[in-house]
């Protein structure tokens, strides 16, 4: 019987802090800032971002909410991903982030494995760009990588995403074969928020190494969109980045 009242307690106890945080999320909105947050992030009917509502709250706010949140239990944020509020889901995705970079092996498994079965709620680029890297690509820099091929081949633009954008501390750690992989998976990909992450990457590669960028680039430049083009060569000089548009290096 003592046991069982223990639970409840806690139990209220956790729907207190999510009531409590929802709560604050409200004060801290701002309609006006909202309104352009909502063009912005393109949630208009038929954009990538349909049916996104926002707040208005600043990321350095929501992560000083983070700091403030960050002993919470899992199920906090967990609660908060499911959110319709995309600030409410920014803030869980931080707090998820905390938890990992704290969290032994089987936390960080059981965060990862989580995060993973809600992709369908990080969708939007910068809840992927967030994340991705923080989660996806940092539980596996020791592991077996192939999740991140099956996600390049989804059909939900967000894990497509996810796929290329978590291979950011791989970049970091001087391993290129599979931001190279999966950029020539996701070449002819139709959504210009997939060219961007692509071209993102490819960039990221060649700042530590410009000959094996422009080795893939040779290959491709010609039939690569030129979004995707034009994000990898951002940091080449003028001269070279006219060879490499015009096809003509």
């Not at 707090?95 to 969290?103: D, E, N, P, T």
């Not at 020791?142 to 995403?161: Q, V």
């Not at 692509?198 to 080795?215: H, I």
């Not at 430049?221 to 003509?248: D, H």
Request: glycine share 6%; net charge positive; charged share 30%.
């Amino acid at each position: 019987m003592l046991k069982k009242r223990k639970s409840q307690v806690i139990k209220r106890r956790k729907t207190v802090v999510i009531y409590e945080i929802l709560a604050r999320l409200d004060d801290l909105k701002n309609e006006e800032r909202a309104q352009i947050l909502q063009g912005f992030f393109k949630t208009g009917p038929g954009q990538y971002g349909e049916g996104d509502v926002f707040l208005g709250i600043t990321v350095p706010i929501l992560r000083r909410l983070a700091g403030e949140y960050a002993n919470t239990s899992l199920e906090t944020p967990l609660t908060l991903l499911t959110h319709p509020f995309h600030e409410a889901r920014f803030l869980a995705l931080l707090l998820l982030i905390q938890a990992f970079r704290k969290g032994n092996h089987g936390r960080k498994q059981e965060i990862f494995d989580t995060y993973l079965d809600h992709t369908r709620f990080i969708n939007n680029w910068d809840l992927v760009d967030l994340s991705a890297p923080n989660i996806a690509g940092a539980y596996l820099m020791d592991k077996n990588r192939g999740i991140l091929s099956e996600l390049a081949g989804s059909s939900l633009l967000w894990e497509r995403r996810i796929a290329i954008v978590a291979t950011f501390p791989f970049i970091r750690n001087r391993e290129f074969t599979d931001t190279l992989q999966i950029s020539d998976r996701l070449l002819n990909d139709e959504e210009d928020l997939i060219h961007k992450s692509v071209g993102w990457m490819l960039r990221e590669v060649g700042k530590r190494d410009a000959e094996v960028l422009e080795n893939f680039l040779q290959a491709r430049c010609k039939i690569m969109p030129r979004t995707m083009l034009r994000y990898a060569i951002e940091k080449f000089s003028e001269g070279k980045r006219q060879k490499y548009l015009n096809g003509s290096f």
